[in-house]
Each structure stands twice: as structure tokens, then as C-alpha cells.
């Protein structure tokens, strides 16, 4: 009887601490996306319609360990830190080739911009494949893109740029642990201004030709 009355004990115990858990709230998920106007200047190019030089975006290669739905903070060398409760709306990569196609078509003031994989149909004059060494805030709060990336003419197939860029932006430091929303939403409005100047950067080289 005693040992009956025990487990009876245990599990009321245990359909009590569920009834806890189910009535504690968590935290909601916070999303973000970059954004395509951050800190952007058009560049001169001799055209003023949209219909001027047609351009291939990616492929974008972007690490594994950041083409993941938290956002990534590295607080050492060797350490990350990811967000929880503060991610991606999408997939990084996706975000990346898309807004970087929108801020190139804004930079060279034309419509013909396509992200990879186009049609065959699609017309393009150059294609700029892009491989991400870095793209992430430090402990800091800054945020750093750093790229290897090619301009490539569309027709003959021949590398016509070959640069790599090193961008940063700074972001208030963080004050908690963890980091605040609003401390979030500072680390991805960074991580849009280097996104603009690294298209920046392949609009003028584009404009030279």
C-alpha cells in the first residue's frame, strides 16, 4: 500500500511540474532580415534608363556556420555566440545574393539583375560569384563582411575583376548578456551597410568597363 501511495505521490508531482511549464511562457523568436537601402549611393554609369547593363549575382558561397537561421556574434577567435531567440527571417545565403542583387540594381540604375541560378533565357552581361570569408558582429557589437569576389564577362567567359574586400561597421557594444533586440536590430543594420559598400565596391569597378 505504501509503495502504491509513493508512486501515486510521484506522479501527481510530475503532472504538477508539467502544468508548470505549460503555463510559463518563452521567449518569443525575434526575425530579421538585411536591408537592401542601408547607406547605398547610386554610382555614375552615362545611362539614365533602367534598361542598362544586365547582371548575374552569385553564386554567393557563405559559410556553414553562418548560413544558419541565429545570428552569429563571435566573441573570440574560436567562439561564436548565437542567437537564440534572434534569427533570420530565411536562409542567409538566399538574403545575401537577393539584396545584394537589389542594392547592385540601385548602384548602376538598371532593372536587368538576376540571381543565380537565371534562366537561359536571362540576359547577362557580367556575372560577380561572390565567396564569404566572414560576415558576422564580434563581442564588440561591430560587424565585419569579408570577401572574395570576381566580375566575369557573361559572353567570352573571361575573369575581367578579381578583388577581395574587407568591410566594417560599428554597432553600440552590448550592455547585456544576452544582447538586447535592440542590440540585434543595431548588429544586422551594420551588417546592411557593409552589404551596400561591398556592392558599391563591384558597381564602380562595373561603371569602369
Given amino acids: ?16 511540474l508539467v502544468g ?14 538585411l536591408d537592401p537601402g542601408a547607406g547605398l549611393e547610386a554610382v555614375e554609369t552615362g545611362t539614365s534608363t533602367r534598361q542598362g547593363v544586365a547582371i548575374g549575382v552569385g553564386p554567393v558561397e557563405i ?4 548560413d ?12 561564436l555566440e548565437l542567437g537564440e531567440f534572434d534569427q533570420w527571417a530565411g536562409r542567409l545565403s538566399e538574403d545575401f ?8 540594381s540601385e548602384a548602376l540604375a538598371t532593372d536587368n539583375v538576376s540571381v543565380f541560378p537565371w534562366r537561359g533565357s536571362a540576359r547577362v552581361d557580367y556575372q560577380i560569384t561572390v565567396k564569404v570569408l566572414a560576415f558576422e558582429a564580434d563581442a564588440g557589437g561591430s560587424s565585419a563582411l569579408d570577401a572574395r569576389w570576381e566580375i566575369t564577362d557573361a559572353k567570352t567567359k573571361q575573369p575581367l575583376v578579381s578583388a577581395r574586400s574587407r568591410l566594417r561597421q560599428g554597432a553600440p557594444p552590448a550592455t547585456e548578456k544576452p544582447r ?8 544586422v543594420a551594420s551588417m546592411s551597410h557593409n552589404l551596400a559598400a561591398l556592392a558599391r565596391d563591384m558597381a564602380e569597378r562595373i561603371a569602369a568597363f
Fill in 97 to 104: 545574393s537577393r539584396v545584394l542583387a537589389e542594392q547592385l
Fill in 20 to 33: 508548470l511549464m505549460g503555463c510559463a511562457k518563452s521567449e518569443p523568436t525575434r526575425f530579421y532580415v
Fill in 1 to 16: 500500500m505504501e509503495h502504491l501511495l509513493h508512486r501515486v505521490a510521484v506522479a501527481a508531482l510530475g503532472l504538477g
Fill in 63 to 66: 559559410p556553414q556556420y553562418l
Fill in 180 to 187: 538586447t533586440p535592440e542590440e540585434y536590430q543595431a548588429i
Fill in 68 to 79: 544558419r537561421p541565429q545570428i552569429v556574434t563571435r566573441t573570440s577567435a574560436n567562439s
